[in-house]
């Protein structure tokens, strides 16, 4: 079972299932080649796809094109089902930050053929997390900027504020699909500027004032 602690505070949370958007910033839908959702885009990891800052992204065999996403990761601290404003807002309990690796080669393929993004989302390794912090002890402006680097190059930053979707409306649409329990991650979108990771390349993210993420390639 992969774990989740809150800075200052010695609550554990064991992770439930991690719900994930796509094409959360009117760019990086673009640079992709999509239309902007009129609906948030969700998908699924298993908890099994986390590692921890410091750890290794092991490359898959079967891919040839890696590609790094970096996103704002919300973690719930309470079961919700349709949830209100208010619901959604006690609901979130912490942020972070964390990586959704993607296997775009497999990932183009699976489109063409209208399959499940699984194969191409759900390796182990592919959701590498920062610890977390509380909300009582941040208030989210979403002025934050997030960011990441290879091997020391910027590669993708953005403001939070260019979210299609805001983080309540997020956790509220996903609480009309699924029930949303304590545990459950919301990885919430990346900004333009995806690209390719190789063996050996040295990922570094961060969300001003909130977390910070180092992972190698292997
Ligand atoms: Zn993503």
Redesign the pocket.
């Known amino acids: 079972m992969k774990k989740i602690k809150i800075a200052n505070s010695n609550k554990e949370f064991t992770v439930g299932k991690i719900v994930?958007?796509?094409r959360n910033y009117e760019a990086h839908a673009k640079e992709l080649g999509n239309e902007i959702p009129t609906k948030p885009v969700v998908f699924i990891k298993p908890a099994s796809s986390i590692i921890y800052s410091g750890e290794q992204i092991i490359y898959p065999e079967y891919s040839s094109e890696m590609h790094h996403?970096v996103?704002l990761v919300l973690l719930i601290g309470k079961k919700i089902k349709n949830a209100d404003e208010v619901q959604a807002e006690k609901a979130i309990i912490g942020y972070g930050v964390g990586l959704?690796m993607?296997l775009r080669d497999i990932q183009n393929k699976l489109k063409e053929k209208s399959h499940p993004w699984t194969i191409a989302k759900c390796f182990d390794t592919s959701a590498p997390l920062s610890g977390f912090i509380s909300k009582k002890n941040y208030k989210l402006t979403l002025n934050e900027e997030i960011s990441l680097s290879v091997n020391d190059i910027v590669k993708q930053k953005e403001h939070l504020n260019l979210m299609l979707f805001s983080p309540l409306q997020l956790v509220q649409y996903i609480s009309s699909l699924m029930t949303l329990e304590e545990g459950d991650l919301i990885?919430t979108?990346?900004p333009s500027g995806v690209g390719k990771v190789k063996k050996g390349d040295k990922l570094y993210a961060k969300i001003t004032g909130i977390a910070e993420l180092s992972c190698t390639v292997i």
Request: charged residues 30%; aromatic residues 10%.
């Open positions: 994930c958007v796509g996403e996103e959704d993607t990885f979108g990346t």
